[in-house]
């Protein structure tokens, strides 16, 4: 950070003589230094004296979402966990868990950290809640929007201008756009998937330029599903297939490496996760051979160092979290050393802090949250105080980094 400060005060300097009357353009002056720091610790994008600066930073995790799916309206809710951002620690905020009796599944947060949509299986519906950046109050911010079909899982594009809901319950992904203000609207039509019988669509992600976005298909089983690629219109949201490419059985969850490089998948039914190696440009998968995994692997997450894959192994009165190195060059994987990592019972949802160094996972038959660091070589050392309990049947979690 130091060395792109002077960078910054260079490209600068070079453009601003030196004026008494304009001292914030003068990158000797204590007025252009303040003003300097100030811009690069409130926004990543700014103009000072002519030039434009884009300063990327590594945004600090605050909150901790976790959605209780619960057996009923009476014991669905969300929680609201405040992280320590040294320790990884986890302490409950005030007012949570906050009752949500349309049985909330899956959360995704907008990228400034104020507004989050929420997949209610109860409802078939989408709730749009407003997020309080100090406190971590959640209170509702427009009325429920619904949803044709019963909702898995939320994806939102790169830019904020889209949300995509996947079915459970169809071989749909879900359209809707997004507005200044947060609200949604639905697109129509929804976008068709090439699943095999008895298949919907599991999780989906989008590449980091919003080009591209894949989708997990389900099915029966015995039937070999696997990945749905789309192109993204940014002008109008709309979905147009590039490949269907086959994994294996019961492909619940999709993850992308952060460089665009890799896509990976989970086989809920054949129990094994691939590796596909990405063209960049137009989106198009090269599967490779699949790697063992637990039971029931139900997500997979790639760390934001594109170094670590893991995958939460959810069958029924077990629970641990496999975990493979990644191979920068073709992205295969090399199970590291103490894998699969124990966990509380049924992890069905992981999250990963920006910088790297944590990972919590939802389990939903345990009714609380687990907590590790990641070590230099990928393997999982549980965080003092876990696991924590959460709800009824928890299922996504999700961190809020600002």
Same mark, same amino acid.
């Given at each position: 950070m130091k060395f792109f400060f002077i960078l910054i005060c260079l490209a600068i300097g070079l453009q601003c003589k030196h004026d008494k009357y304009n001292s914030t353009c003068d990158s000797q002056s204590k007025a252009f230094l303040e003003t300097l720091t100030i811009l690069l610790s409130t926004s990543e994008r700014f103009q000072l004296c002519n030039v434009s600066v884009?300063?990327?930073?590594?945004?600090?995790?605050?909150?901790?979402?976790?959605?209780?799916?619960?057996?009923?309206?009476?014991?669905s809710s969300i929680s609201v966990f405040r992280i320590n951002p040294t320790t990884g620690e986890i302490a409950q905020v005030d007012g949570s868990p906050y009752q949500l009796t349309n049985r909330p599944r899956h959360s995704v947060t907008n990228s400034s950290g104020t507004i989050v949509y929420v997949a209610n299986i109860g409802s078939t519906s989408i709730s749009v809640l407003a997020l309080n950046s100090e406190t971590g109050a959640l209170s509702v911010k427009f009325s429920d929007v619904s949803v044709p079909t019963t909702p898995y899982s939320l994806t939102m594009d790169p830019s &904020?201008? =889209?949300?995509?809901?996947?079915?459970?319950?169809?071989?749909?992904?879900?359209?809707y756009s997004i507005d200044g203000t947060g609200n949604i609207l639905n697109l129509t039509p929804a976008t068709a998937t090439s699943n095999p019988t008895l298949g919907s669509v599991g999780r989906m992600v989008f590449d980091t330029k919003g080009k591209h976005l894949y989708a997990g298909l389900t099915s029966g089983a015995a039937n070999i599903s696997g990945i749905q690629g789309f192109n993204?219109?940014?002008?109008?949201?709309?979905?147009?297939?590039? &490949?269907? =490419?086959q994994t294996g059985e019961n492909n619940l969850s999709v993850a992308i490496s952060p460089n665009d490089k890799f896509v990976y998948g989970a086989n809920y039914f054949s129990q094994d996760v691939f590796a596909a190696v990405r063209n960049i440009e137009n989106g198009v998968l090269t599967v490779q051979p699949a790697f063992s995994a637990g039971i029931a692997p139900g997500f997979s997450l790639v760390d934001p160092l594109n170094r670590f894959l893991y995958v939460a192994n959810s069958g029924t009165g077990q629970g641990n979290i496999s975990a493979y190195s990644v191979s920068p060059i073709n992205g295969t994987l090399t199970s590291i050393s103490g894998s699969p990592f124990n966990s509380g019972f049924s992890p069905i949802g992981l999250s990963i802090d920006k910088s790297g160094k944590f990972l919590y996972s939802s389990n939903t038959e345990g009714g609380n949250v687990s907590g590790f660091t990641i070590s230099e070589n990928g393997s999982l050392v549980p965080i003092n105080g876990f696991p924590v309990t959460a709800g009824t049947n928890p299922f996504s979690v999700e961190i809020v980094s600002y």
């Open positions: 884009f300063s990327p930073r590594i945004k600090i995790p605050r909150f901790l979402i976790v959605t209780n799916v619960g057996t009923n309206a009476a014991t &904020g201008k =889209y949300l995509f809901a996947s079915s459970e319950s169809s071989q749909q992904i879900h359209r993204l219109d940014p002008l109008s949201g709309a979905l147009t297939s590039i &490949g269907v =490419y």
